[in-house]
Every structure is written in C-alpha cells, then in structure tokens.
C-alpha cells in the first residue's frame, strides 16, 4: 500500500488521464493502476469478469461499483504499489469514492493528489473518435492530432492499430453522459476534501504532464 505518491487522475474520458499516467509512471516509479485497462483486458481473456464487463462498456455505461471496487482494492494489495500509485479512471461515482477513502483509511494511507484534467465536451468527441491504440503495445495515437507514420501500424512496435469498440462515435456520446452524471460530481467531492487540483488538459502533452508534475512535486 502506498507511502508517499498515492494519487488519482480525474477528468473525462479522453482528457488524457492514460498518457499522462503512463509518463508519471515512467518518471515517479510508481504502477499504474487503470480500471479500464483491467476491464479491457478481462473482456480480451474472456474471464468471467470480462464477460460481465463487455456489455456495460460496449454501450458506454459503468460497470458497477461492487465489481470495480473490488478489483482495485485487489490490486492496491500488490507489493508494487508500496510506494505509491496512479489510480486512472478510478474512481468514477460518489459511493467508489467513499468505498477507496474507507479502505485506504483502515490501511492508513490516504490519498494524498487528486488532479482533475480539464478539456470541454465538444473537443473530446473529436478526440475520442479519432484515437486509435496499437494492439501490442498500447500506444495510442490519434488520426488527426497524432497519427502513426506507417500505414495502420504502430511507430514503436509495427503492431496493429485500432479502435476501441468504445470509442465509435455513437458510444462516445453515451460515455460523456455517464461521465457527467456519475463522475462529475466528483470534482466537488474532492474540492471539498481539500485534495483536488486541476491542469488544463488541451495543448502540448509535455506542457500538460508539466503542470502535473509540478503539482506531484509541490504537494
Ligand atoms: P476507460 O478506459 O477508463 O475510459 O474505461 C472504459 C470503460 O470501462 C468505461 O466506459 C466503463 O464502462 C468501464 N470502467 C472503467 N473504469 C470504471 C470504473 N471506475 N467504474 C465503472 N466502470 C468503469
């Protein structure tokens, strides 16, 4: 469980919470931890959990509290979050919220960051429908802001791109709505925790992931 850097990204899906967690992850030490990754994942190996998961991904809405909670109480057990982590697209509504401060309360380690990237809603549908993520690596890419140089392939790796089911248009929509009805709240929950800062989440990523370091670094 962590010591020190234990901290959540908020914003909406397609601010940027994945690239910029993986940069802090590559410059802090400490893991990732993305629901959304893991429920892609189960969905990929279709487990169990992956099976449940699909159906409320696929049309844009949460899976629910019980199961994400758990998955993440799970993987904060794990010895590499000792110092620290990132938690990406957790949580997501009022009651993951109260369930994450309660069990990091009883372990004796709060969350000590909570930054929320700021983008508005009619960029993100662009930016949700034109990204594009290498089915080997992970990178993600967008068609229009960050395209790949090799035709369909991924730049790092050769591996091939694609989208994410819940990433077409007619999801994306859906996804924002979740997002402002069961997310959003977040924000003031938090404000009122005295625990949330927030970056401007349009522009260059360095220029963002800077913002956010220096708010890790004068915490
Ligand atoms: P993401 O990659 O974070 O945008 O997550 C993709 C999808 O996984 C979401 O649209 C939800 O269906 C599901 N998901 C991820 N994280 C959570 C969470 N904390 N609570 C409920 N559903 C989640």
């Known amino acids: 469980m962590g010591l020190g850097l234990d901290l959540i990204l908020l914003g909406p899906p397609g ?8 940069k802090l992850v590559e410059k802090y030490g400490i893991p990732q931890v993305s629901t959304g990754d893991i429920l892609r994942d ?18 844009g809405a949460l899976v629910p509290d019980e199961v994400v909670i758990g998955i993440v109480k799970e ?29 990091l309360n009883e372990c004796g380690c709060p969350i000590n960051g909570v930054i929320d990237i700021r983008v508005s809603k009619g960029y993100l549908v662009k930016r949700l429908s034109g990204r594009r993520v290498c089915r080997s690596c992970g990178f993600g890419y967008h068609i229009e802001f960050s395209p ?22 007619e999801v994306v929509t859906k996804r924002l709505d979740t997002y402002e009805a069961q997310t959003a709240p977040l924000i003031d929950y938090y404000e009122k925790s005295g625990l949330l800062k927030t970056v401007n989440g349009v522009g260059d990523v360095e220029v963002i992931f800077n913002d956010i370091c220096k708010i890790v670094d004068g915490r």
């Open 75 to 103: 993987r904060l057990k794990r010895g590499d979050c000792s110092k620290g982590y990132v938690l990406d697209g957790f949580p997501r509504t009022i009651a993951q919220a109260d369930a994450l401060f309660s069990y």
């Open 42 to 59: 189960a969905v990929k190996n279709n487990t169990a959990l992956g099976i449940e998961a699909k159906a409320h991904m696929n049309r």
């Open 15 to 22: 601010a940027g919470k994945g690239t910029q967690a993986k």
């Open 148 to 169: 790949s140089k090799g035709n369909g392939r991924c730049d790092n790796c050769g591996g091939e791109l694609f989208q994410r089911d819940d990433d077409r248009e």
